[in-house]
């Protein structure tokens, strides 16, 4: 009877605070534009870049306090980057599986959301497919792991408390470390495989990435200090 009553008070006050401490936890999508950033491309006189796009699935875990959290972010997909030669008849595209960690910061207030911070790629598999069609996996020209900065905001689709929630929204990377192993790759000119693409100088890839997300939240739990008179418990819901 005592734990019954504990339990009532414990939800009773944790409706009375609003939001509280909570973590909820839940499942994501996103799509979008993609691609590997490399000025020795940009400025080559042979090659333009074309649109590419990527998908990737995953979950999250978030630690949240009133209208602020912290979000872990773990996603398995698949990107890609497409360049066209000057004439438009040919392109070369790599392709790189990954599985993403993310660490952000998220601000969740009026019936939207911001968040900010560094993204971990752990590069599993890369292919490039040449302007002939040879398909190579050249997964050893490029670096295991490469970290990014990451910026998101969106809306509340569904919901806004820490039961459930479903929201809509933008997020943008951008890579600060190569994705390519120059130590091996600058001679044979990746991520095109073109030989003369450094003869002005190694210039650094850096993975991108642009596109929508969705997510669906479900809360684990609460924690919460009971007005009846008992110590503060964490309750799963």
């Given amino acids: 009877m005592k734990h019954i009553t504990f339990t009532f008070c414990l939800l009773f006050s944790a409706s009375l605070m609003g939001q509280g401490f909570f973590i909820d936890g839940g499942v994501k999508a996103q799509y979008g534009g993609t691609s590997l950033i490399n000025t020795a491309i940009l400025d080559h006189p042979d090659w333009n870049y074309d649109i590419a796009t990527g998908v990737a699935f995953g979950g999250k875990l978030g630690f949240n306090f009133e209208d602020h959290g912290i979000t872990v972010d773990v996603m398995f997909g698949e990107y890609s980057s497409s360049f066209e ?42 292919e490039n497919t040449l302007v002939d069609g ?30 459930f929630s479903g929201i809509f929204g933008l997020r943008f990377e951008y890579g600060l470390t190569d994705i390519v192993n120059g130590a091996v790759a600058t001679e044979a000119g990746y991520p095109l495989a073109q030989a003369d693409l450094y003869n002005n100088g190694y210039q650094a890839t850096n993975n991108f990435f642009a596109g929508l997300v969705f997510e669906l939240n479900w809360g684990i739990g609460y924690y919460g200090k009971a007005s009846c008179g008992a110590r503060g418990k964490f309750i799963f819901l």
């Fill in 134 to 163: 040879t398909i190579r996996n050249d997964t050893e020209f490029y670096n295991d792991n490469a970290f990014s900065g990451v910026l998101g905001f969106g809306t509340y689709l569904l919901g806004t408390d820490g039961s």
């Fill in 85 to 126: 030669t000057n004439n438009g008849n040919d392109n070369a595209i790599v392709d790189w599986k990954f599985t993403d960690v993310y660490l952000l910061y998220r601000l969740s207030r009026f019936r939207g959301y911001f968040e900010l911070g560094p993204k971990m790629s752990f590069i599993r598999d890369v």
